[in-house]
């Protein structure tokens, strides 16, 4: 064992030395550093060999000890120690080199096996002792070991005696006892294209400041890298790809894996036509540290990494991916696959192109762009001119526009911060230039135009000529971008339209996503700003083949109805634009536009883009029927959304333009519906004033008889919740009609029924009616019938009749019509509810909110109608908190539906709930606003259910009864 003296002289030399002490010598760090290089020689020389020698086990034994040799560089502090073992290492190389030269494996069997087993058996204990020093160094925390002297001598002892084995002069043929730094150059010399002494260090880049949202995606990429795969970052320009592979080289896992052997390979300076093989291999050196000489490059940057384990970023590798030179193109990607598959060698290669190195086995992760909130938290890194809590809203939108695409938020944040732009000031720039607003500067990271034109400089874009530009257009055009599936069929022109549209991905311009060719809106707004317009051959081309589609699209759903749901955002796009810009065939595309809002009623109900167009259309003879038509189309939409206001409008609008053409059928259609839509409302009395005026208008005798009876139905419906004309008068004139007499009947008798007529005879009376729409296969008649039925049973107390009905009709619009399925389910719930199954009740709201999702989000009135049963529902259970919460959300939904029936039904629930806690006065309240809306509808307080059963509460709930009728504790009450 060393003595306390000995190893306390050999810590204290390695320690950093406190304030006043004595410093190393500089002769000492001179000694190290040409230490360290010889080393590096050393290492390289016995690799290179390595690859030489023909037996495996000779080959296992020089990888051993370069892996000492490469211990000894990194992480023993006492090198010249160590420079014994050091020579050894160089004996070994040597004695292998000449011993096996002309040797097969057959030759392992004698004496050659014999002193190469027992070799192999040396080194791997010393590598196997230096690693062992080398971990305990590390969980120490110390950056570097000591290596005992005695231990060194006892490893030198052990060497020679296994080369003792060894005939060295007839085999190795050399002298060995030569100094170890000039031996090692010398043999250097004979190493094929390795320029020994030229090598520096590389420091990695740091890490990215300004790197959010990202933290996730580092740690899934950096646990890749650690577990030795190789990444390929693809994306396009600006999507942070080189910060991505900055940070991932820094983290800890990484730094600690690959130390000091982490290089950044950057080809973002050099040009796609200039580089070469040759410009490539230097880059690459450059990066690594080393000199390059000779004819063989790539050996030689191959034998420096075989050193040790090293992590490689090639950064903006589409350079090199897309060179012109055909010896550049055919020479990079083997040299690429050569160096990956040396062991410990990892890559990471970012990209905006797909064509990376075959025969690797890359790891490809499209880089996304950030989330919505990282996406603020940098723009409000940069921005101060306003604090976020004021600017959040706007720029949040802004953003959005943007695609959270992580140059375009730094070139504009930068803009309005330097320009000293306020948000709304911002938000115009960005509405009148658009694309033209992210040029703040020079160079690929100030410019969204600088970074376009590095994609589309690209020799495989070039190659697509004047196809490929036109086929960005369109996809630039088009909102969803271009349906791939529908692409050939789209653009005929275009034959190789698929094969355009994979250059296209595999340069990152575009991305492939549902089936759709897509564009970031950055990339869009570029492409639409600053290069050619759209084709008009090609806009023809969509145009006809989506006009054509909606001319076919039916009521079923078939393929043209699945056409207008996958595309309907590009559709309405083309319609638009056709409105804005009327060629001579101007009634194709109106016929277009109002057959398009038809299929979006029937298939796709959602808001439109199309109202301001349709508005702007120029009125003139030959419009006045073509804008009506697309008016009248535009209101059907809006009342199957249930914006009953805005529908109201286009029909009053459509009606006009039908009165100025002489076209009073059309304009009668469009007044009976605008009269329902305010009956749904619950404005009764309006319904009613806008059926008589009719009546009493011009262009009465003008109308069909259906028309006519259509009229008499709507206009007694209305009378009905009034009580302004007696049940026998109801539903007469409309019943004499072929069309609407069936249904006017069953309306009669139900009328009878609110009106007080014996149950027993209405009820025998409906279910003829049921049986004689059953016969003739009249879906909506017979579901009028079963409705009446089901009210019936509902009022005699008949529970278990009441749900038998309600799920007949259920399966009767199953499949058929989802906003009817929900409206029947949740009526199946207030029943439940009402014979004491509360948990079945609130199961079956939450089947209403389930498959119909879409209509309870966009259709408000099926939300009013299932929030409203909630409410029911909770009430009969007692659970007045909860009721409380569905009225009131009831009430504030009936405010901006202009809904006056619902907001009285719930205004008299809160009301009843004020009652049940003794707060009369609240409860009074409650209860003179129910009046008052009563008032407005026109419908008598004493009949708001009357013609509603369902919708009814409990006879528990007194309060409403008492303040009608004056009684305790309303009986003060006179206002």
């Not at 990695?204 to 740690?219: C, E, I, K």
């Not at 083949?545 to 595309?567: G, K, M, N, P, R």
């Not at 009767?812 to 009740?841: C, E, N, P």
Request: with cysteine; aromatic share 8%.
């Amino acid at each position: 064992m060393p003595s306390k003296k000995t190893k306390a002289g050999l810590d204290g030399g390695s320690k950093k030395s406190k304030k006043g002490s004595k410093q190393p010598a500089p002769e000492t760090e001179s000694q190290d550093d040409n230490l360290s290089q010889a080393l590096a020689i050393a290492i390289a020389a016995i690799n290179a060999t390595k690859e030489i020698v023909p037996i495996s086990l000779a080959k296992g034994i020089l990888g051993t000890i370069a892996n000492i040799l490469t211990i000894a560089q990194s992480v023993i502090k006492n090198k010249s120690d160590f420079q014994v073992i050091a020579d050894r290492c160089e004996n070994i190389r040597e004695i292998l080199e000449s011993a096996t030269k002309e040797a097969t494996e057959d030759d392992l069997r004698g004496y050659l096996g014999h002193a190469l087993t027992q070799l192999n058996k040396t080194v791997n204990r010393i590598n196997s002792d230096i690693a062992s020093s080398k971990e305990k160094g590390f969980w120490r925390r110390l950056f570097a070991v000591t290596i005992d002297r005695d231990q060194i001598v006892a490893w030198d002892k052990d060497l020679d005696r296994v080369l003792g084995l060894f005939n060295f002069e007839a085999v190795a043929g050399v002298a060995i006892d030569m100094k170890f730094v000039k031996k090692a150059l010398e043999l250097m010399s004979n190493v094929p294209s390795m320029n020994a002494p030229k090598y520096r260090q590389i420091e990695p880049p740091s890490r990215p400041a300004m790197l959010y949202g990202r933290d996730d995606l580092v740690a899934e990429l950096t646990n890749l890298v650690v577990n030795d795969e190789h990444l390929a970052l693809i994306g396009p320009g600006g999507m942070r790809k080189s910060s991505l592979a900055k940070a991932i080289i820094n983290e800890p896992l990484v730094a600690d894996k690959f130390a000091d052997r982490r290089f950044f390979v950057t080809y973002d300076d050099l040009d796609h036509s200039t580089i070469t093989f040759e410009t490539f291999m230097t880059r690459f050196a450059g990066a690594l540290g080393i000199e390059i000489a000779g004819a063989d490059p790539v050996r030689q940057i191959s034998t420096f990494l075989r050193s040790a384990s090293a992590l490689v970023v090639l950064d903006n590798a589409e350079t090199f991916e897309e060179a012109s030179a055909s010896s550049a193109l055919g020479d990079i990607p083997p040299a690429i696959a050569e160096m990956a598959n040396i062991p410990g060698v990892i890559l990471i290669l970012t990209s905006r192109s797909r064509r990376n190195a075959p025969n690797v086995q890359w790891i490809t992760k499209d880089i996304p762009p950030l989330d919505l909130n990282s996406a603020q938290a940098v723009f409000f890194r940069i921005y101060h001119r306003a604090s976020r809590s004021e600017a959040e809203e706007n720029i949040k939108d802004l953003l959005k526009e943007l695609d959270c695409h992580p140059l375009s938020i730094n070139i504009l944040a930068n803009a309005a911060q330097q320009n000293g732009w306020s948000p709304a000031t911002l938000l115009k720039r960005w509405n009148d230039r658009h694309s033209k607003v992210l040029d703040s500067g020079k160079g690929k990271l100030q410019s969204l135009s600088d970074t376009m034109q590095l994609s589309l400089s690209s020799p495989s874009i070039h190659d697509l000529g004047e196809d490929g530009r036109r086929a960005l257009a369109i996809i630039a055009f088009l909102p969803q971008g271009l349906n791939e599936n529908l692409a050939s069929d789209l653009l005929p022109s275009l034959p190789q339209v698929d094969a355009i549209c994979d250059v296209l991905c595999m340069q990152s311009l575009v991305y492939r996503q549902d089936n759709f060719i897509r564009m970031l809106a950055p990339i869009r707004h570029y492409v639409r700003d600053s290069l050619q317009a759209p084709d008009s051959t090609c806009l023809q081309e969509i145009r006809a083949f989506y006009y054509l589609t909606v001319a076919s699209c039916s009521q079923e759903h078939d393929q043209y109805a699945d056409i207008i749901i996958s595309d309907h955002l590009n559709i309405e796009q083309v319609v638009a634009f056709n409105l804005a810009d009327i060629p001579d065939d101007a009634e194709e595309t109106y016929d277009a536009c109002w057959q398009f809002l038809w299929c979006l009623e029937k298939h796709l109900p959602r808001p439109t883009t199309l109202t301001l167009s349709i508005s702007n259309i120029v009125e003139s003879p030959s419009t006045w029927t073509l804008k009506a038509r697309c008016l009248s189309s535009l209101a059907w939409l809006y009342r199957t959304l249930s914006q009953l206001v805005e529908a109201s409008q286009a029909f009053q609008a459509a009606e006009a333009l039908y009165v100025t053409a002489g076209d009073p059928e059309s304009m009668g259609d469009c007044l009976i519906t605008r009269a329902d839509s305010l009956r749904c409302q619950g404005r009764f009395i309006q319904c009613q004033n806008l059926l008589e005026d009719l009546q009493h208008s011009d262009s009465w005798e003008s109308l069909g008889e259906t028309t006519k009876a259509q009229a008499w139905y709507f206009l007694d419906t209305a009378r009905m919740y009034t009580f302004t004309a007696s049940a026998d008068e109801l539903f007469v004139m409309s019943a004499e009609d072929r069309d609407w007499g069936l249904q006017s009947n069953i309306w009669h008798w139900q009328t009878k029924f609110y009106h007080g007529e014996d149950a027993v005879q209405v009820n025998t009376r409906l279910e003829d009616l049921y049986l004689q729409c059953t016969s003739i296969g009249d879906v909506f008649d017979r579901r009028d019938a079963l409705e009446g039925l089901a009210e019936i049973a509902c009022c005699e107390g008949r529970l278990s009749d009441v749900m038998d009905n309600l799920q007949t009709l259920v399966e009767m619009f199953k499949g058929q019509d989802s906003q009817r399925v929900l409206w029947y389910t949740v009526q199946k719930a207030i029943v439940a509810s009402k014979q004491g199954k509360h948990d079945l009740a609130r199961e079956l709201i939450h089947e209403a909110s389930g498959p119909f999702q879409f209509f309870a989000l966009r259709n408000a009135r099926a939300f009013l109608h299932r929030s409203y049963g909630s409410a029911c529902i909770e009430l009969t259970a007692g659970e007045y908190d909860r009721a409380e919460s569905y009225l009131t959300a009831t009430i504030e939904a009936c405010d901006l539906q202009a809904n006056l029936m619902l907001k009285a039904f719930s205004m008299r629930g809160l009301g009843e709930i004020a009652f049940a806690r003794s707060n009369f006065a609240l409860a009074a309240q409650c209860f003179k606003e129910t009046r008052s809306l009563c008032a407005e509808m026109g419908v008598p307080p004493q009949h708001l259910y009357t013609c509603s059963p369902f919708n009814t509460l409990p006879d528990k709930f007194k309060g409403w009864t008492l303040f009608l009728e004056g009684l305790s504790p309303f009986a003060n009450d006179t206002t």
